[in-house]
Structure formats: C-alpha cells, structure tokens
C-alpha cells in the first residue's frame, strides 16, 4: 500500500508537468519574430496632434492564415498621444515606399492582400495605443508586404516625449503569431526652413546718342575740325565704353578717301595728336568725364585740339571711359572727334567707322 502511494505521488506530479510543458512547446512553436520590417512616419516631430501617416514593411516567417490582423502598439505610459482621437482610420496595400531596400528583405514584394479596414483606440489601464488591421488574407513567409495608414475619423499624433519610443508589431491569426519590438525617434522639430533671396541680375544699358557726325570741310593744311555726339550709360553695378576704328582696312585707323587717288588721315601711331600743332595731321577724339567715372588720360587730356587716338580692328579697341562702382542714375559723356588735313591731303570724301562696345561689370 505505501508503494501505492508513493506511486501516486510521483506518477500524478508528472502527469501535470508533462501536459504544461506540452502546452508551452505547442505554444512555442505556433510564435516567432518577424523576419524584417519597417514603419515610416511622414513626420517625426514630437507632439503632433494630427496629419501623421505611417507606411507598414513587414515580413512574416511564418504563414498568416486568411482572416488575420496586424497589430501596431505603442507605449502604455503614452495613452492618447499616438492615437489622438480613437477610431476608423484608412488602410490601402502599398507595393513600394521610399524606405524600400531594393532587394532585401526591407524591399516590399507586394501590397497587403485582402479587404483592409483599420481602427486606432487609445489606451487606458493596462492597455496602450493601438492601431488595428483586419481583414486580412493569406499572407506567405519570406514575402515583404506594404500597407499605408492614415487618419479618417481617427487621428493618428506623435508622443509629447522628444526620444525614443518602444513599439510592437504583430501580425497574427489565432494562435499563429510573428511579432517584434523596435523603436522609434520622435525630434523637437523634423522640419528645416530653407531661404533665399532671387536679386534682379545686374544690368547694364548704353546709348549712343548719334550714329553720324560731320566735321564739315576740311582744307589741306587748314585748321582741325570737330564734331561730336553723346553716349549714355544705366548700369546696375560698373561699365565701360572702347572704341576702334577702320581706317583703310589695312595700315591704321582715320579719315579716309577710298576712291582714286586713295588717301588717310591717320589716327595713330601716336597715343595723342595736337592738332594745334603746324604742319600737323591726324584724326582722333576725346570723352568728357560724368562724376565718378574715368576717361583715360589720352582721351580726356584736356589741352585745346589735343585728342587721343585710335587702332583699327576690335582686337586693338581702346578704352575710352569706365566707371568702376555702382551708379545711381544714368551717366552722359560726349564724344568729341577732332580732325585736321595736311598739306599733302588729297580733296575728296573722305569716311572713317568707329566702333564702340560697351558692357557692365558685375
């Protein structure tokens, strides 16, 4: 009878334990972790009330049944923070979102399948924050599936707490549970402000006040003539005026008579010509100076018949006037050109193209 009863006190114990570890291997086996996911927040600024939208990655190692749910859940000390107002929120299968991974395991495959509905209720005692998935159909392990989720009549917020938070993913159908803990960084403010100022560009306009001047008649070994016209200038910083002349094409710039007996006045080869001068001949011109800007010297010497020359072709045009700082209203110069025959001139027409350039420094 004792060995009955010891029997008995070792068989029933047993018994017990044998079934309750049962039920923990089958528990055990029915769970897992999720194989990847991710959550994307549009905003991960701290304390927002509204306007938060999240985008689910998740992929499952084990085979949810049709007829599950994905459930998100969010601190339980942050009750009606993350869910600001409870209720229906809208869910639509995504195939793709910014986070993608392309060709890991973080690369959605393919959208949530089935008839998707989602609510978000707020925690209370022993409960937390919830957003809830249902209508779910199969979903295949080793397949990432993407779902958005955004608010409806629920409003979905941020914790007032800047740091991270804990949250808890499940997707399961009745006993059949992957499931995976992470957390989240919420910022004081997620937002850069990015300025700039658009300036109009720097301009620069230039006038020239007429494109014919006549010197009237020249006599061989006379006195010099002039004749002259204005150039403007309206620049948003510096400008600069040159000038070249044509001459005859070939040997200098000047007066010239193109027809037979060809003859030049020339402009050169000298830097200045004082036409005052007995028994001199040239052609050349001088600038008057506005307030602020530079003729140089050549062009603006300033003794009576004396004028600065010109070189043919742009590749040796002279600067004539530059003003180096900005301007606040336009600038006018004139241009006078001074010309004198020697006694060897050949009477005729005679002509000579001046080319001016003018342009702004910026």
Known sequence: MKNLRALFKIAIPTFFIAIFASFLFVYSSQAATLANAYLYMNRIQANLTTGVEYILSINTTTTIPTGGSIKIEFPEAADATWCRTAGTLTATGVSAAEPDAGGSGWDIDAVLPGTLSANCTQGGVSSSDTITITGLTQLTAGTTYGVKIVGNAGALGTNSTVGVHDITITALNGATADSMTFKIQLVTNDQVIVSATVSESP??????????????????GGNYAIGSHTISTSATSGYYWAAYGTGNGSTDAGLYKSSATTYLIQSGPTTTLDLTAAGSEGFGLTVSQPTGATVPIAFGDGSLGTFGTLDRTSASAKLILYQAAAQSTAENATVTYGARAGTSAIAGAYQETVTFVCGGYY
């Open 203 to 220: 301009s620069v306009g230039c006038t020239i006040g007429s494109n014919s001047v006549n010197l009237g008649t020249l006599y061989p």
